[in-house]
């Protein structure tokens, strides 16, 4: 028998590799790398949120209205009864004629999408309806960016996060199974994570549980409550920065012992904080998360370097998803469930079960039809068509792939394409063996002949499962990338694999028993 050649041997190492890496998805072992199931085998949650885009338009003004405050700070315009009104215009009086034009100039270069209006030394400066346009649409991109972040901080499995039509979000959480599960992730995907920094109003503070939100107004001013006593603050409208200057956000114990939130604010976030604290020294400051007051500690000196905390009775879990959910960024504008649906365990199982039937019998079905019609090249194509389904769930496991029901649909379908080579190579072999050629000449140039048509048909379908994996969202992802790498795995197995074979065992093909061999019988020839 002729030395084993690089091409069976290759094929011997892929085959080796497939069923060690597949072992532990086959038997759901506790160690090694698994396929994840998707929402439909293994049960989860599925919603539809929708987002309040307007607010997303009230939080670009508050966001301008800080960013006038410190443009106009770091370069001493002076200015005063800077607020908001309506809640899509800022207003504000300048007290010098000489800082008009560079106040004009500094808006129109720093502050872009706005329009500013004049009158007398009193402005106003609103939004374009291209920046409101553009505002709320990338709110919901954000959303769904934001959402998606969150949810893979949190250390779920390929979650399914997609925008569906204009102002829809679609979320498919797999492995949700109980009650809490599912409370807790819904808290964190509508979670605003709105981070403020805001002045007291030290000068009416005394009067804010005798003063109602529109005296509040007329001042300035906003009346937020405590989160978790009864307790009301008085703030300064315009925040002193806000969580876009976020950059980091972990969780921490104080010397109590107490989970506590630090985060870090970025170079002009921590230049604008220090700046507010060394003029501040001795009032109070906000710390605001999503409109209620966490802490309001007064200012001991000036705080310089950027870093932040905020503390309160939190649990470790609550502390730990406020973590991701300021990590991750705050929500542009508030989503809500518009509609919601468990799929429940038994119902994957139930796929699963259909599912796995529809493999095992399709695969019986293949392998039986291919020897009975190409006897031993049958045989040694059902080889590479195991050795193909092995390395699919090899590859799958060692990155922790997702599969779906369509995905096991995509199996099912690389089953029929993995032999669908070798019956091309059989074919051209058969054909080539009829007009009288030898075995070894007849199956070299059955492989050259067919590799054309097979590289063909393989790279359109791989470019097929490359657009549907980039475009396409949950199930269509899975369908495509179970496709793509039974193709590529296809390719190894059923041409370079089964090739290896036919060479090695060249010298023991007898052309006397081509029925045996290739399912035909043949006479003469050489």
Excluded: C
């Amino acid at each position: 028998m002729k030395t084993l050649n690089f091409r069976v041997i290759l094929f011997a190492f892929a085959l080796i590799f497939g069923i060690v890496f597949s072992i532990p998805s086959l038997t759901q072992s506790e160690s090694g790398k698994k396929i994840t199931l998707g929402l439909d085998l293994q049960g989860g949650l599925h919603m539809l949120l929708g987002i309040k885009s307007d607010v997303a338009i009230e939080s670009r003004i508050k966001s301008i209205a800080a960013s006038v405050k410190y443009l106009f700070d770091d370069e001493e315009i002076i200015f005063d009864d800077l607020r908001i009104v309506d809640g899509d215009k800022v207003t504000f009086e300048l007290l010098d004629q000489d800082d008009v034009a560079k106040a004009k100039e500094l808006l129109k270069k720093e502050i872009p999408g706005t329009v500013l209006t004049q009158n007398g030394l009193k402005f106003t400066l609103q939004m374009t309806p291209e920046e409101v346009a553009r505002t709320k649409a990338n709110a919901i991109k954000q959303a769904v960016d934001t959402i998606r972040n969150r949810l893979n901080e949190f250390g779920l499995a390929e979650p399914t996060v997609a925008k569906q039509g204009e102002d829809k979000i679609l979320v498919e959480v797999p492995g949700i199974k109980t009650q809490a599960d599912e409370q807790r992730i819904r808290e964190l995907i509508a979670r605003a994570a709105h981070l403020q920094l805001m002045a007291v109003d030290e000068d009416r503070a005394a009067r804010v549980m005798t003063m109602n939100k529109n005296e509040a107004r007329t001042y300035g001013d906003v009346i937020l409550p405590d989160v978790y006593t009864n307790e009301r603050y008085l703030l300064k409208q315009i925040p002193v920065l806000d969580g876009s200057m976020l950059t980091d956000a972990k969780v921490g114990f104080d010397q109590n012992n107490q989970p506590v939130i630090n985060f870090t604010l970025n170079g002009q976030g921590a230049k604008i904080f220090g700046d507010f604290t060394a003029k501040a020294v001795g009032k109070r400051m906000a710390v605001v998360l999503d409109n209620k007051v966490y802490s309001a500690p007064v200012i001991r000196e000036r705080i310089g370097g950027g870093h932040v905390q905020i503390s309160g009775n939190f649990k470790l879990d609550e502390a730990h998803d406020l973590a991701i959910a300021l990590r991750s960024g705050a929500l542009l504008a508030p989503v809500y469930v518009m509609e919601k649906r468990s799929v429940g365990p038994s119902l994957g199982a139930d796929n699963i079960k259909a599912s796995s039937m529809a493999l095992a019998l399709g695969f019986l079905l293949v392998v039986v039809f291919m020897v009975i019609y190409y006897g031993m090249a049958g045989v040694i194509a059902d080889v590479a068509l195991i050795g193909n389904l092995f390395l699919i769930l090899a590859i799958m496991s060692l990155f922790g792939a997702t599969l779906t029901l369509p995905g096991m649909a995509g199996i099912v379908l690389t089953v029929g394409m993995a032999v669908d080579a070798n019956v091309i190579i059989n074919e051209r072999i058969r054909e080539l063996l009829h007009e009288g050629k030898s075995v070894a000449k007849a199956i070299e140039d059955g492989y050259d002949k067919a590799f054309t048509a097979i590289l063909d048909a393989n790279v359109t379908t791989l470019i097929a499962a490359v657009v549907l994996w980039a475009y396409g969202t949950g199930p269509l992802k899975g369908f495509a990338l179970t496709m793509g790498i039974g193709i590529l795995a296809s390719m190894l197995t059923a041409i370079v694999g089964t090739h290896g074979i036919y060479q090695w065992l060249l010298p023991k093909i007898d052309r006397k028993k081509l029925g045996f061999w290739f399912g035909i019988k043949t006479e003469g020839g050489k």
